[in-house]
Antibody, heavy 122, light 107 residues
Framework: QLQLQESGPGLVKPSETLSLTCAVS???????????WGWIRQPPGKGLEWIAN???????YYNPSLESRVTISVDTSKNQFSLKLNSVTAADTAVFYC?????????????WGQGILVAVSS | DIQMTQSPSSLSASVGDRVTITCRAS??????LNWYQQKPGKAPKLLIN???SLQSGVPSRFSGSESGTDFTLTITSLEPEDFATYYC?????????FGQGTKVEIK
């Protein structure tokens, strides 16, 4: 069974860079099916916001609202992908989820990590 | 960006009630509409994709339908484990966007 696990610091200072990694187990990031790997965030008590996706080839897709501050990357040798969000502010405090998106199933996110809370504070 | 408007934002219901949640897209999204259930402190769980395709393992009391740009999630008989927040999501165009959520609470 596919499992995704987020990791990274739970506290980041304002103006610094938030860095998270999602380790994938129980399946390969490189798959014959067209899976994409993405990040979604959820501020405390609020709704969901898609941040970015990446294909195992390295093709990336970003939410235009965050594109200038976000970088997503993949390391197929480690079966993981990562997110960097720079110049963070308190507004970036959120639970960050990594997830798999299936282009063969209406691009739905069918597997999710448990989420990691990242607070931005000095 | 395509705006997804869910209604109601919250509702109170009793076990056994029929519950309907609506999601309206700001433009045509074909059937690229997915529904997720989220319980407190947990990640969202995919219930339905393609507007009406029930995911494996999801109880048949959940169903989805569409009419133009209006999409509906129906729970035919609410069970205690169904009290949660439900989100719709369009994946027709990038960026994919979510509705603001509908919290289903116990009456």
């Amino acid at each position: 069974q596919l499992q995704l696990q987020e990791s990274g610091p739970g506290l980041v200072k304002p103006s610094e860079t938030l860095s998270l990694t999602c380790a994938v187990s129980g399946g390969s990031i490189i798959s014959s099916r067209s899976y994409y790997w993405g990040w979604i965030r959820q501020p405390p008590g609020k709704g969901l916001e898609w941040i970015a996706n990446i294909y195992h080839s390295g093709t990336t897709y970003y939410n235009p609202s965050l594109e200038s501050r976000v970088t997503i990357s993949v390391d197929t040798s480690k079966n993981q992908f990562s997110l960097k969000l720079n110049s963070v502010t308190a507004a970036d405090t959120a639970v960050f989820y990594c997830a798999r998106q299936d282009s063969g199933a209406w691009y739905s996110f069918d597997s999710w990590g448990q989420g990691i809370l990242v607070a931005v504070s000095s | 960006d395509i705006q997804m408007t869910q209604s109601p934002s919250s509702l109170s219901a009793s076990v056994g009630d029929r519950v309907t949640i609506t999601c309206r897209a700001s433009q045509s999204i074909s059937s690229y509409l997915n529904w997720y259930q989220q319980k407190p402190g947990k990640a969202p769980k995919l219930l339905i994709n393609g507007a009406s395709s029930l995911q494996s393992g999801v109880p048949s009391r959940f169903s989805g339908s569409e009419s133009g740009t209006d999409f509906t999630l129906t729970i035919t008989s609410l069970e205690p484990e169904d009290f949660a927040t439900y989100y719709c999501q369009q994946t027709y165009s990038t960026p994919c966007t979510f509705g603001q959520g509908t919290k289903v609470e116990i009456k």
